[in-house]
Nanobody
């Protein structure tokens, strides 16, 4: 079983930056795709960004492309989401997810493992 724990959420002003982290434990992650999703109150959970653990290739939702960067630090088994130029519409609970051989997947139901989320609030 893969366990994922998010941290680093908080309150930030519009235009500011924030980095959230996802610490992973369990089996070797070499064959996994790691991703970030977010969910605002009353809305569907949506894909944000993903990274292949082994190679580090990435892909993003159009809404965050150019503003957010996903990365991983292999020695720490940690995935990061660096968020810049934040907007109030970025306010959501941010979730870390993992899927075995999940490269290219963007759907909530295509990821098997999930963290509990961390709240990011962007004030205007």
């Amino acid at each position: 079983q893969v366990q994922l724990v998010e941290s680093g959420g908080g309150l930030v002003q519009a235009g500011g930056s924030l980095r959230v982290s996802c610490a992973a434990s369990g089996p070797t992650l070499s064959a996994y795709t790691m991703a970030w999703f977010r969910q605002a109150p009353g809305k569907e959970r949506e894909f944000v960004a993903a990274i292949s653990w082994s190679v580090g290739n990435t892909y993003y939702a159009d809404s965050v492309k150019g503003r957010f960067t996903i990365s991983r630090e292999k020695v720490k088994n940690t995935v990061y989401l660096q968020m810049s130029s934040l907007k109030p519409e970025d306010t959501a609970v941010y979730y870390c997810a993992a899927e075995l051989a999940g490269w290219g997947k963007r759907g909530v139901h295509e990821y098997a493992y999930w963290g509990q989320g961390t709240q990011v609030t962007v004030s205007s």
